[in-house]
Each structure stands twice: as structure tokens, then as C-alpha cells.
């Protein structure tokens, strides 16, 4: 669990690595905010085809050998910019640390539910904590880090940070699958694309990263437009909502053990359409702020809940479940941000987050549809899955 925990920590440290260091970056090769943009699209449009491949490769050599490889790649990605000599060096390098970095991630999530098969949604809750934890705090310390060292010396420092975890893994003998090993083979691949259950889940995630990469992504914007709240104020009410979404998590992983993990990630739905509602709709940052709070809460459990009942009911090829899922989480996050932008453009930010409520609403209708199949297709006596 802690080699998980370290992974899932160390990815997100790579999420929020260039926002940390683009300005140190772009002065050191002379590129401007155009160009600094166009590096975030380097850094994460690689893991859309990846983070689909993984899945397959974890189940066909193991998750030991994906994390070692992928931090490895990550390693090699962060030492390499220490020294790169133009725009597209970094650029290349970026893409490699997005490939890298996806790979890790993927297997950390998929290692969890083979320690703690009888309730993954729990383990994966705590675990994922770990992930909040390495994308809020890191950037602060690496702007220390930078201020006192420079920027070649705190590359330096994080390549050996990634690297650790690598090496741990390495040195560690991973659990097989607790149902059997499984194995890669193109027609279970099809036929798990072509499941419903998996269908249906994958629209969660979907909608789900629409709303919490949008409103993480446009929150700031929006309080400083609509609200005019100074910068810094907009900034701490952003650090609020990952230290609400990191306390849902801690409180999910307790919830599941009680309640059924679909039924926990219903009862968030409904909270998260709420929270927009309160945050599109405020007339004063007070509400605002309150909708901040119930989102961060609210989006807590899905992630990891929805991740969770996959590993139960998917178990012998979570790795290519897992893939499927994400890739469509990861083709939202893509999408839905410029979407809110191209909305704010031509009417307002407001009317934006009122489309990220509804983003919200069709995550609560996609969700309550898995309800209802799950209870007819899993728990009804005598069901069969689609592994037996």
C-alpha cells in the first residue's frame, strides 16, 4: 500500500509540475505565454492513448513492471529538462513525462484493489489522498525550492524523488490479482468495451472530470469576474476546495465500509449538482464559497468509489477496465475547460458554470441508470457477470 500511496503521491507532484516551474522555464528558454500554454497540451494529450494502453499492459505483465518503467520514464523526462537546450526539447521532454507519468498512475490505482480485495472503494479513497496531497503542497515547495536553489538543483532533487519510488518498487514483490492472474487477450478487451456495466461507468467518469477538472480549472476566474475578490483570496478559496475534496476522500473510505460504494457515489452526485447550483447561482462570495465547499466534498468519493466497484465486478481484467474508464475521463479533461471558455467568451462565466451544473446533472442521471443495472445484472440471486 505505501509503494501505491508513494506512486499516486509522486503523480501528483508530476500534475502540478509545470504550472510550478513554467515561469522559471520560460525565462530560461525565452518562450512566452502562448507557447507556455501549448506545453500543457504536450505534457497531458499523451496520456489519452496511453493511459488505454496501460490498462492491457498491467494486465498481461503485472503492475510492478508498468510502475518501475513509468517512473523511470519519468525520471529520466525531469533530469533530461535540468538541462534542455530549446522550446522543443522541453516540449519532447514533457510528453515523455506525461507518458510516464499516466503509466505510473495507472498502475498505482490498479495495485490497490489486488492488497484490499474485499472493499477497494475504501482502500482506493485513502490511497488517493496521497494524489491531493503531491498536486496542492508541491507547488509551494518548489517555488521555495527554486527561490533558494534555482532550477536546475530542484530538478535534480525531484528526479531522485521519482527515481526513490521506482527503486522501492522495484525492490518489492507485488500481489497477484486475488481471482486469478488474468491475462491480456483482444476479445476480452472488446468484450469488456462493449459491457454496459463498464459502459455506464466510463460516462460517469466522464462527467465527472468534466465538473471537477472545470470548476478546479475556471473557480479562480470566476470569483475574481463575477465576484472581484483579489487574487490571493481566490487563490485560498481554490486550496479549500482540494483540502474539501482530500477530507471527502478521508471520510469516503470510511462511508463505503457501511454503505454500497454506487450508492455512496449517488448520494455525491446529488451533492455535487447542489454545490454547482449554489456556486453558479450565488449572488456573494459567501455562497460562493459555501458551493466550493459541498463541490469539494461531494466530488470526493466518485473518482476512487467508481474506480472501486470496477476492480469488484471487473477483477481478473481491471487493467483494461481501468484503461477504458479513464481514457474517457482523460478525453473530458481535454474538452470540457474549453468548452466553459468558449461559453465565457461569447456570454458570460457565469453561464459557464451553469454548464458545468449540468455536467453535474447528467453525472447524477448516468449514475442512478448504473444503479438500477447493477442491482438487476450483479446483485439479483443468482447473477452472472461478464468475467464467469
Known amino acids: 500500500m505505501a509503494t501505491a500511496c508513494a506512486g499516486l503521491f509522486t503523480f501528483g ?8 516551474t513554467l515561469p522559471e522555464l520560460s525565462t530560461r528558454l525565452s518562450f512566452d505565454l502562448a507557447r507556455g500554454g501549448t506545453l500543457f497540451s504536450f505534457l497531458y494529450l499523451p496520456q ?25 520514464f519519468c525520471a529520466a523526462a525531469l533530469l ?35 492488497l484490499y480485495p474485499e472493499n477497494p472503494s475504501s482502500a482506493l479513497n485513502l490511497g ?4 491531493g496531497l503531491g498536486a496542492i503542497f508541491f507547488p509551494g515547495l518548489v517555488a521555495l525550492l ?8 530542484t530538478l535534480w532533487l525531484m528526479t531522485l524523488l521519482v527515481a526513490g519510488v521506482a527503486v522501492v518498487a522495484l525492490a518489492q514483490r507485488f500481489p497477484l490479482p486475488p481471482r486469478g492472474t488474468g491475462g491480456f487477450d483482444w476479445q476480452a478487451v472488446r468484450r469488456a468495451a462493449l459491457d454496459p456495466a463498464v459502459i455506464l461507468l466510463a460516462w460517469v ?17 470566476y470569483l475574481e469576474q463575477d465576484f472581484h475578490l483579489p487574487p490571493q483570496a481566490s487563490k485560498t478559496l481554490l486550496t479549500v476546495f482540494w483540502i474539501a475534496l482530500m477530507v471527502g476522500r478521508l471520510a469516503a473510505s470510511q462511508v463505503v465500509r457501511k454503505v454500497r460504494g454506487s450508492h455512496v457515489v449517488l448520494g455525491a452526485s446529488v451533492g455535487a449538482v447542489a454545490g454547482l447550483l449554489l456556486l453558479a447561482l450565488a449572488p456573494n462570495a459567501v455562497v460562493a464559497t459555501a458551493g466550493i465547499v459541498v463541490c469539494g466534498l461531494s466530488y470526493a468519493p466518485v473518482f476512487p468509489t467508481t474506480a472501486g466497484t470496477a476492480s469488484t465486478y471487473f477483477s481478473k481484467l481491471f487493467g483494461t477496465v481501468f484503461g477504458i474508464l479513464m481514457t474517457l475521463a482523460l478525453l473530458s479533461g481535454v474538452v470540457s475547460p474549453p468548452a466553459i471558455g468558449y461559453i465565457a467568451k461569447h456570454h458570460s462565466l457565469r453561464t459557464g458554470m451553469g454548464l458545468v451544473a449540468a455536467s453535474g446533472a447528467l453525472l447524477l442521471v448516468t449514475q442512478f441508470f448504473f444503479v438500477r443495472y447493477e442491482r438487476r445484472r450483479f446483485l439479483a440471486p443468482k447473477s452472472v457477470t461478464s468475467e464467469e
Open 13 to 20: 507532484v508530476m500534475t502540478s509540475f509545470l504550472g510550478a
Open 48 to 72: 489519452i492513448p496511453m493511459v488505454f494502453l496501460a490498462g492491457p499492459l498491467i494486465d498481461r505483465f503485472g503492475k510492478k513492471p508498468v510502475l518501475v518503467v513509468g517512473f523511470s
Open 80 to 114: 533530461g529538462m535540468a538541462y534542455a537546450p530549446s522550446y522543443a526539447a522541453l516540449a519532447g521532454l514533457l510528453a515523455v513525462l506525461g507518458l510516464g507519468g499516466c503509466s505510473a498512475m495507472s498502475a498505482s490505482n490498479t495495485l490497490i484493489p489486488d
Open 128 to 131: 488517493n489522498i496521497f494524489f
Open 146 to 153: 527554486t527561490a533558494r536553489l534555482g532550477l536546475q538543483p
Open 205 to 221: 467518469l466522464f462527467f465527472y472530470s468534466a465538473v471537477e477538472i472545470s470548476t478546479a480549472g475556471w473557480v479562480r476566474t
